[in-house]
């Protein structure tokens, strides 16, 4: 056997080697596999029980300079210190989605949409590290360039079928970002969006993003973002700490809570509303039932939530806000007439409210 055929044979068993060895793409497992290893690997990631994120938020011209989120396994989470009763708004999953508002001082547990935005954030660390958590299903879509870098595109349909694509770096195996469709407000379309990730830095021997930025795809606007001022691992928290705050209600938060829980029922809430209204005549109930009536439209009962607005109107005849909460919910509804009526009437009451012109000339 000469040495040029032996140079021959040794070249082309190293090129078969090497094709075996790179698959090109990887595989799903490959890919996670992968990422787990970048991120700092199982062993470390497992160690990991509970995060706290302090953290600058920004929208638009709105900044929330001292945010707050915790995690804690398996699903917990909470937006906000829950026990603060003050703050404006608090919200969490602890099995289920709930929302606290300090005005008019209510819990709602939150269903569609709102739940599923609660829910969907309930990852400890990313999508890929906690699929099987998650119940996600991960599939290979392609190869294509995020934020200028080359990246494997997974497709992810959760358990509950939202479905969204992430972009993992060919070279680094980090999370560049995701793109989804989902309402970024109450009553919008569902918006192609995506989410970069960006600056990893390591704690506790994990790495984590420490800026996120939500663009809108259509248009590259910036959605919002969010700088991590801190995280910091593995505090001690009670599970009831991720529950909604307990306070002592008033009989007008006690009734409002009341009327969301029976919103799916028009005949339920409107007896409950009526009697509240024979037994506390002296109790002004419209500012907290034009509250109640935009959740429980946000929750996507209608129904309910226009027959209660209806007799709230009824009996404020003199509110253009009152006309101007029965109109949104009509204009939720898909009824443009009414809503139309509505603002209209809002307008007769008070000629400058401008969120019935606003929501009238919307309609034009």
């Known amino acids: 056997m000469t040495k040029r055929f ?38 470390k990631i497992d160690a990991i029980h509970s995060i706290v994120f302090r953290l600058t938020y920004r929208e638009g011209d709105f900044v929330m300079p001292h945010g707050y989120m915790a995690k804690m396994r398996p699903y917990y989470k909470t937006l906000g210190d829950p026990k603060n009763l003050r703050v404006d708004v608090n919200e969490g999953f602890d099995g289920s989605a709930w929302e606290y508002y300090s005005d008019p001082g209510v819990v709602l547990r939150t269903v ?26 991960i599939a290979f879509a392609s190869e294509e360039a995020f934020a200028g870098k080359p990246a494997y595109k997974l497709h992810v349909t959760l ?26 407000h ?35 606007k910036e959605l919002n973002s969010v700088t991590m001022q801190s995280i910091t691992v593995n505090e ?8 909604p705050p307990q306070f002592e209600h008033t009989p007008l938060q006690e009734m409002l809570e009341q009327l969301y829980m029976e919103r799916s029922d028009a005949i339920s809430l409107l007896w409950t509303y009526r009697t509240f209204r024979q037994a506390n005549p002296v109790i002004d109930t419209r500012d907290g039932v034009e509250f109640i009536g935009y959740q429980i439209v ?17 009996d404020y005849p003199k509110s253009a806000s009152a006309q101007y909460g029965l109109g949104r919910a009509y204009n939720a509804a898909g009824d443009a007439a009414n809503a139309r009526a509505s603002f209209q009437m809002a307008l007769e009451i008070d000629p400058n409210f401008k969120k019935a012109s606003d929501g009238l000339n919307a309609l034009r």
Not at 194 to 210: A, C, I, K, M
Not at 236 to 243: G, K, T, V
Request: proline share 3%; charged share 20%; with cysteine.
């Open 298 to 314: 946000k929750m996507g009962d209608f129904h309910g939530a226009i027959e209660l607005l209806k007799a709230n109107a009824a």
């Open 236 to 243: 001690n928290f009670d599970l009831s700490y991720f529950s």
């Open 6 to 43: 032996i140079l021959l044979l040794l070249t082309f068993t190293l090129i078969l080697s090497i094709a075996g060895n790179c698959q090109h793409p990887p595989t799903v497992e490959r890919i996670v596999a992968r990422h787990i290893e970048a991120l700092g690997g199982q062993q």
């Open 186 to 220: 109450a009553f919008g379309a569902a918006v192609q969006s995506e989410n970069q990730f960006s600056d990893y830095r390591p704690v506790n021997g994990v790495l984590f993003p420490f800026t996120v930025r939500e663009v809108e795809i259509a248009t590259g």
């Open 112 to 137: 569609g949409a709102a739940a599923a935005a609660a829910r969907h954030g309930t990852e400890l660390i990313d999508s890929l590290s906690d699929a099987g958590m998650l119940g996600a299903r």
């Open 159 to 184: 358990a509950d079928g939202f479905e969204k694509d992430l972009f993992v770096d060919e070279q680094s195996f980090f999370i560049l970002g995701d793109r989804r469709a989902a309402p970024v």
